[in-house]
């Protein structure tokens, strides 16, 4: 599996931005999940989605604010991110399983490269 994200950059507190994550290489992955890294921190998780259900997850810290969805059609699921806060300025990593898994956990198997969002105050 391979995966492409994209849409991260650098925006003001307050606004928004829209990250992509493309699959390609297999058609059903159970989980897709997005994750952040900020200097200095472990990776958490932010957002996670089932692919076939839609049952969908939300750390606390952007609950409200955060949408994740997905394109079954475009095999491609993205990360709505409004009011977005200087605290949330990190790498994204989008990442995709294949069976059953906490949702919130690091253990995906496929993981993509990264995007940086940057939120300035």
């Known amino acids: 599996v391979q995966l492409q994200a994209f849409g991260g950059g650098l925006v003001q507190a307050g606004g928004s931005l829209r990250l992509s994550c493309a699959a390609s290489?297999?058609?059903?992955?159970?989980?897709t999940g997005w994750f952040r890294q900020a200097p200095g921190k472990e990776r958490e998780f932010v957002a996670a989605?089932?692919?076939?259900?839609?049952?969908?997850y939300y750390s606390n810290s952007v609950k409200g604010r955060f949408n994740i969805s997905r394109d079954n059609a475009k095999n491609t699921f993205y990360l709505q991110m409004n009011s977005l806060k200087p605290e949330d300025t990190a790498v994204y990593y989008c990442?995709?399983?294949?069976?059953?898994?906490?949702?919130?956990?690091?253990?995906?198997?496929?993981w993509g490269q990264g995007t940086q969002v940057t939120v300035s105050s």
């Open positions: 989605i089932s692919w076939s259900v839609g049952s969908t």
């Open positions: 990442a995709v399983h294949p069976s059953y898994i906490d949702p919130r956990s690091t253990h995906y198997n496929y």
């Open positions: 290489g297999r058609t059903f992955n159970r989980y």
